[in-house]
């Protein structure tokens, strides 16, 4: 008989019954570390005092009211996000994959309305991840998300990651977009380098197409910067953004310059739910934590420390582990041993890791954990791996 919830999920066996900071607590009392933050969402850890202000604050006035009225929560996050980004202009979901929809409909409305409607085709990379919606699916390509579906999407060329030969060989009459993760998450934790992300805005500029960032995992303070890109010293003309911007809020974002959304008119794109006062109450209080320079200071500190620790841990384990990979506190360990093997001798030694491709194991730990917490981690890791060793 099938379990009353969908079976979609491998889950572990695990469940709790309150979050403080970077800790989980199971309902016999048990106390987790947690490295995972629900896959980089609870930017700010659990139960912030300012998220749990700005929501309850929220919940005691109004809920919803639909996007037939100005909610000025929503034009307070999205003033918040214009001012402190590339972005000239912001809409609201409440997900990754629903930004990745309109992020592949606002590239392609704007060739349509340049008079160029044969302008569809997205190039994507191998590894992607972008959600499970018909386009996210069809934008990563992968047998595993597509196969059964049904026909897929068109208008999606994926190419090897990092080639940016192949991008150039690529790009024809029909290109609209580059889509790419500027560190991939799902795919294992893989930072596209600064000089390959360049290429690919050169690319976009001399083509006159458009870059899209996913920085759904990525973005929002992850890699010590509030996003990803920004190391690397480009801007993209669309980047999707979800997760951490909610700090465990459902909220997701487009943000677009002025030129790429400029095919976006009323009537052309909505969302009953997608800017509600309660997730832009929210993530208004997590943009104003975040987006300081103290605090990503403080981050850029933190991942120092974790990272030379896990240097530490990889060189003491060299049956279990390979290397470190990623950056800011998107860190991943690639694998020797099965690293699902390693994700649940962490779940015995209580310590949270989520399992990504390529046999990588991910650290995606709250913005805020403590140094007290980093070193409370290398030892439940060190204990996960030696169990590993000897299992
Ligand atoms: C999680 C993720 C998505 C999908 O977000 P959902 O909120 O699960 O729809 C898209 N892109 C990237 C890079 C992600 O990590």
Redo the contacts with the bound molecule.
Sequence with gaps: MIASVLPTYNRAPLSFVKGEGSWLIAADGRRFLDLGSG??VNALGHAHPALVEALTNQAQNLWHVSNLYEIPQQQALADKLVAETFADTVFFTN????A?ELAVKMARKYFYDKGQPERVEIITFEGS????SSA?IAAAGSEKMVKGFGPILPGFVHLPWGDTEAVAAAIGDTTAAILV?PVQ??GGIRPMPDQDLKALRALCDEHGLLLIL?E??CGVGRTGKLFAHEWAGITPDIM?V??GIGGGFPL?AVLATENAASGMTAGTHGSTYGGNPLGCAVGCAVMDHVATPEFLAEVNKKAGLLRQKLEGLVASHPEVFEEVRGTGLMLGLKCKAANIDVVQAGYAAEVITVPAADNVIRLLPALTITEADITEAMTRLDAAATAVESA
């Design positions: 896959i980089a997900s990754g994959t629903e990745c991840f972008h959600g499970r996210g993760e998450g799902e996913d759904v995992q999707m979800a997760k997701g």
